[in-house]
């Protein structure tokens, strides 16, 4: 269900600041943000890695459709 994905799409490594990337891998870290009656019906808070076929590429899955969520984008 197409509803429930989101593909975070990330800057090559050389584009990011005109600087040389530090990182070795990015995470996205999802947080469910939805006004809702009954807090057992958020999301849990998840994380997700680069896909290993295409390190540009965060695919995220799983989630609730109508939901509202906050994605930080981490490296390490």
């Known amino acids: 269900d197409p509803s429930r ?4 799409f990330l800057p ?8 040389p990337n530090r990182f070795h891998q990015f995470i996205a ?3 469910d943000v939805s006004v809702v009656d009954d807090p057992r019906s ?3 808070n998840r994380t ?10 965060i695919n995220v899955h ?5 939901h509202k969520y906050k994605v930080a984008i981490l490296g390490r």
């Open 5 to 8: 994905l989101l593909n975070v």
């Open 12 to 19: 090559p490594t050389s584009q990011i600041n005109n600087r």
């Open 29 to 31: 870290r999802v947080t």
């Open 42 to 44: 958020w999301d849990v």
């Open 48 to 57: 997700f890695l680069a896909s290993v076929t295409d390190s540009s590429v």
């Open 62 to 66: 799983g989630l609730n459709a109508g």
